[in-house]
T-cell receptor, first 110, second 118 residues
Framework: QKEVEQDPGPLSVPEGAIVSLNCTYS??????FMWYRQYSRKGPELLMY????GNKEDGRFTAQVDKSSKYISLFIRDSQPSDSATYLC??????????FGKGNQVVVIP | NAGVTQTPKFQVLKTGQSMTLQCAQD?????MYWYRQDPGMGLRLIYY???????DKGEVPNGYNVSRLNKREFSLRLESAAPSQTSVYFC?????????????????FGPGTRLTVL
């Protein structure tokens, strides 16, 4: 079983819609959770980082962790065309490595 | 600070040719990584170096070799390129302090090398 799973399907939404992205993880001991954003033909960059359970907000972005179901989510409110990118969840492993989800390509249509 | 730099940006090889992808970071990070990214497969770790002088295999090491030349530089070599190695290659680095969880695990990525093997 992989440490983190992310259904790699693309997602197209109209401008202003809420985008909801999800990942599941396998090990209940994981405590840190990350979301990376990758624009086309660029390297991934850290978007948000959360610890343990609960929500973390940063502007229009909210990262949510549900440890009881081992589920992490990223919400984008009032989505903009500039949010069009691939979003990858990631979890730090104990050996200086990150486990990445496969990513969701999001397209926000003006 | 340039962050993580990679050369070349693009490369076309013929089957059987060899090449080395170069990576350098100027953030004094301990750990460095090589990934490949393919459609529908996500980022897959090829090799990593937790600290200067050490290297370890990742998820897909076959057909690749690495050298951690010094703390700044980490190169990836394809000895005999195959079409299956057509991909986008990313180098990354991380502070990755031992026992330091959370933000120190952030990996900083380079711009990538687009490699095509014919």
């Amino acid at each position: 079983q992989k440490e983190v799973e992310q259904d790699p399907g693309p997602l197209s939404v109209p401008e202003g819609a809420i985008v909801s992205l999800n990942c599941t993880y396998s090990n209940s001991a994981f405590q840190y959770f990350m979301w990376y954003r990758q624009y086309s033909r660029k390297g991934p960059e850290l978007l948000m980082y959360t610890y343990s359970s609960g929500n973390k907000e940063d502007g229009r972005f909210t990262a949510q962790v549900d440890k009881s179901s081992k589920y992490i989510s990223l919400f984008i409110r009032d989505s903009q065309p500039s949010d069009s990118a691939t979003y990858l969840c990631a979890i730090p492993l104990g050996n200086n490595r990150l486990a990445f989800g496969k990513g969701n390509q999001v397209v926000v249509i003006p | 600070n340039a962050g993580v730099t990679q050369t070349p940006k693009f490369q076309v090889l013929k089957t059987g040719q060899s090449m080395t992808l170069q990576c350098a970071q100027d953030m004094n990070h301990n750990s460095m990584y090589w990934y490949r990214q393919d459609p529908g497969m996500g980022l897959r770790l090829i090799y990593y170096s937790a600290s200067e002088g050490t290297t370890d295999k990742g998820e897909v090491p076959n057909g690749y070799n690495v050298s951690r030349l010094n703390k700044r530089e980490f190169s990836l070599r394809l000895e005999s390129a195959a079409p299956s190695q057509t991909s986008v290659y990313f180098c990354a680095s991380s502070e990755a302090r031992a026992g330091g969880p959370g933000k120190s695990n952030e990996q900083f990525f380079g711009p990538g090398t687009r490699l095509t093997v014919l």
